[in-house]
């Protein structure tokens, strides 16, 4: 199957700071990539799509300006956790969705990325 | 709005029984429906989808369902192994043409050897 990755794995920074985490689609174009956060033992919650060329769109409760996402390329989105808090530690994870057509598009997700805030 | 449950949120099974997972939603207008398994601190790794006009699909010694009327999904473990510990995700995309994946909160099972 396609491949999604994620840089970095893991970061821990101090609070206040800025983090960049890029996720990549390896060997197809992506249009459409998604931003989830996972707390630890529970589910993923989608934080937003990201569409390629265009904003992102943002689910209800997500602040667009403090988790800034970009997709400017086909292979390439980036979401980045502005002026990052303790409450922010989380484990991000992409995905990134490969139309294949007839109702065969499929979801790749990528290894996710353990951010930890001081 | 959709909500996705799963049931049992944790199992633990001795080696080599067959064991059934539980996933319901709220709205049956999905276009599929879709089992994860997740490690520990990894990402996600696709196990079978189910579109909305099928039944039920295979692989390997997994069996997946799906009852749209009742909103309901069971994922089938057959002659469980201890590399089947995990945690189980279950995710239903609506039919809004959105892509957005609507995840249960997963079921933490531990094969026992």
Known sequence: ????????????C??????????????FQATTMFWYRQFPKQSLMLMAT???????????????????????????STLTVTSAHPEDSSFYICSAREIMGEGMD????????RLTVL | KQEVTQI?????VPEGENLVLNCSFTDSAIY??????????????????????????????LNASLDKSSGRSTLYIAASQPGDSAT??????GMDSSYKLIFGSGTRLLVRP
Not at chain 1, 1 to 12: C, F, K, L, N, T
Request: glycine fraction near 8%; include cysteine; hydrophobic fraction near 30%.
């Open chain 1, 50 to 76: 990201s569409n390629e060329g265009s904003k992102a769109t943002y689910e209800q409760g997500v602040e667009k300006d403090k988790f800034l996402i970009n997709h400017a390329s086909l292979t390439l």
């Open chain 2, 8 to 12: 049992p949120a944790a199992l633990s």
């Open chain 2, 88 to 93: 189980y995700l279950c995710a239903s995309e």
């Open chain 1, 1 to 12: 199957g396609a491949v999604v990755s994620q840089h970095p794995s893991w970061v821990i």
């Open chain 1, 14 to 27: 101090k609070s206040g700071t800025s983090v960049k985490i890029e996720c990549r689609s390896l060997d």
């Open chain 1, 106 to 113: 499929t979801q790749y997700f990528g290894p996710g990325t």
């Open chain 2, 32 to 61: 599929n429906l879709q089992w994860f398994r997740q490690d520990p601190g990894k990402g996600l790794t696709s196990l079978l989808l189910i579109q909305s006009s099928q039944r039920e699909q295979t692989s390997g010694r």
